[in-house]
């Protein structure tokens, strides 16, 4: 498993993980709910949909809007096992034991606080909307 630090630099790097960002709605409903009560719906996502050995629909069980933590989860590479073995160096097809875990949380947290900051700083990014025809072509291993 990669460190934490590690990650976040190589996923600078990528254009594709770079555009994801929190939209209005979903900037006012971590604002709204707080990162605690946010944080506790990211564990049941990866107990339900990560966690697994197999999980169910993996590469495509992370919709691309409607909850702060699916778009944190895009912008992180935590959003299917693939991803997670690419950039987190987290082998696939066994289940995620708790060290994984906390290091996926972790890494969601650590995302959504950085972007709930940077909310209050360009409403301009706020508007930004990610092309419908880009989602539905869009591909984990687009980068
Ligand atoms: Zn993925």
């Known amino acids: 498993m990669k460190n934490i630090d590690a990650v976040f630099r190589t996923l600078q790097r990528s254009p594709f993980r770079r ?18 009560d ?12 990560l966690a697994p050995a197999l999980p169910a629909n993996d590469g495509k069980q992370t ?8 778009v944190a989860q895009h912008a992180t590479a935590t959003c299917c096992r693939a991803c997670l073995a690419k950039w987190h160096g987290i082998a696939v097809g066994q289940a995620l034991n708790e060290a994984e875990c906390r290091h996926v949380e972790e890494v969601l947290e650590r995302w959504l606080r950085t972007e709930a900051a940077r909310a209050t700083q360009s409403s301009r ?19």
């Open 19 to 36: 555009r994801f960002h929190l939209k209005s709605e979903e900037r006012s409903y971590l604002a709204q709910k707080g990162i605690e």
């Open 125 to 143: 990014q706020a508007a930004f909307e990610f092309p419908t025809s880009s989602v539905d072509k869009a591909v984990d291993n687009a980068d």
């Open 63 to 70: 919709p691309f809007r409607g909850h702060p933590v699916f």
């Open 38 to 49: 946010t944080m506790r719906h990211a564990r049941a996502f990866i107990a339900s949909r």
